[in-house]
Structure formats: structure tokens, C-alpha cells
């Protein structure tokens, strides 16, 4: 079956950064678009990242834009997210999302906080 499993996060100063990778079993990791959500206290889970297949297209949320990136090693099937001069306002559980045959994934989640 498919699984997702984030890790990677923790507790930051703001202009601090974490990497955040999430491991991928159960389908075939090479041929699917990966993205990252987050969900900040209280609100709704938003898209914050996504990466093409062979990480040749990468988008980002405007909020994000120019401080994270979103990368992958397919041959370890792994996607990460490098986080720098964080916020925050960037706190909230993390998550990776993939959609394969309809149907959409997530992990567990990882607790990204963002605190002095």
C-alpha cells in the first residue's frame, strides 16, 4: 500500500531552517508529481510546494516563494523540502501528498514550529 512518511521537522528561531524529507513506498515514486501541504494552527491545509516527476517543474506558494525548495532523489524515493529564513507565521504540521490511480495520499505529518 501507499505510504508517506515525513520527518525532518522540529523547533526553529525565526530566520532559522529545516529540511524536511518524506520517504515514499508503495507506488511508483518516479512517475508522480509530490507536493507539500501545510496546515497552520487553526486554519486550513494549504499547498505550499509541488515537483514534476523528474524535478524538472517546481511551483511554490507565493508565501514561500524564494525561501523553500522543493527537491527529490528518485532513486531513494525521497522528497524534501528545504526550508530557509523562516517565520513565524511558517509554523504548522507539514505534510507530503501524493494522487495515484484517483486516489490521494498523505503522511502522518511533521510539526514544523517557528518560535523565539
Known amino acids: 500500500q501507499v505510504q508517506l512518511v515525513e520527518s525532518g521537522g522540529g523547533l526553529v528561531q525565526p530566520g532559522g531552517s529545516l529540511r524536511l524529507s518524506c520517504e515514499a513506498s508503495?507506488?511508483?515514486?518516479?512517475?508522480?508529481?509530490l507536493r507539500w501541504y501545510r496546515q497552520p494552527p487553526g486554519q486550513e491545509r494549504e499547498l505550499v510546494a509541488s515537483?514534476?516527476?523528474?524535478?524538472?517543474?517546481?511551483n511554490y506558494a507565493d508565501s514561500v516563494k524564494g525561501r523553500f525548495t522543493i527537491s527529490r532523489d528518485n532513486d531513494k524515493n525521497t522528497a524534501f523540502l528545504q526550508m530557509d529564513s523562516l517565520k513565524p507565521n511558517d509554523t504548522g504540521v507539514y505534510y507530503c501528498?501524493?494522487?495515484?490511480?484517483?486516489?490521494?495520499?498523505w503522511g502522518q505529518g511533521t510539526q514544523v514550529t517557528v518560535s523565539s
Open positions: 515537483i514534476s516527476p523528474f524535478g524538472g517543474m517546481t
Open positions: 508503495g507506488f511508483i515514486f518516479s512517475t508522480h508529481n
Open positions: 501528498n501524493v494522487r495515484t490511480v484517483g486516489v490521494q495520499y
